[in-house]
Structures are given as C-alpha cells and as structure tokens.
C-alpha cells in the first residue's frame, strides 16, 4: 500500500499486447480494443514503465537519455502519462 507521503506510481497494464519493433512499439488492447503505436520520447518512457515508476523517476529518466532537464520535460511526461492513463494503457502500483 502506498503512504500519503509517497509519489503516485505507475506500471504498463500486463494485459496489453506490445512488441518493440526498431525505435517504436506498437500495442493492442484488448480491453481497449484498439492498436496504439509510439515513438521517440513516447517510446522511451513505454520501456521505462515495464517497472513501477513515478513522475519524477520518469522525468529524470527522459533527461538523462534527451539533451533536456527533468523539470523542461516534466508538464511533457505528465501529459503522456494523462494519456496513457485515459486509456487504462498504465496501472496505478502497488
């Protein structure tokens, strides 16, 4: 169980599909039932999240792999991290 005091942390729902294909990955959901396919940072941050993370992991993730700092990156990674969520593409963890 998470305390009050720690960051939310998310994960890549296990039940959706995904194959890395060169520097994209492309997912079905079945739940979903829909085909998704990302790229670029996007993509950076799907890999990232096959382990529990949180905003500011994934942030400093994203900057030490892109010429950009964690907080420049920071509304960018949220956004994503909105999306995925509206989704159901990413669970919250444990």
């Known amino acids: 169980m998470r305390r ?5 942390r ?3 729902d296990p039940d959706l599909h ?18 998704y396919s990302v790229k ?3 993509a950076t941050l799907w890999r990232h999240l ?9 942030c400093a993730l994203v900057a030490a792999e892109y ?5 420049r990156c920071r ?3 949220q956004a ?3 999306q995925l969520r509206g989704k159901r593409m990413v669970l919250a963890a444990p």
């Open 4 to 8: 009050a005091d720690q960051p939310e």
């Open 18 to 35: 995904a194959v890395e294909m060169g520097e994209e990955f492309v997912m079905m959901g079945l739940a979903q039932g829909e085909y």
């Open 80 to 82: 994503f991290l909105d």
């Open 67 to 71: 010429d950009v700092t964690a907080e």
């Open 40 to 42: 670029g940072v996007a």
């Open 50 to 58: 096959a382990e529990p993370r949180d905003l500011a992991e994934l």
């Open 10 to 12: 998310w994960v890549r």
């Open 75 to 77: 509304a960018d990674v």
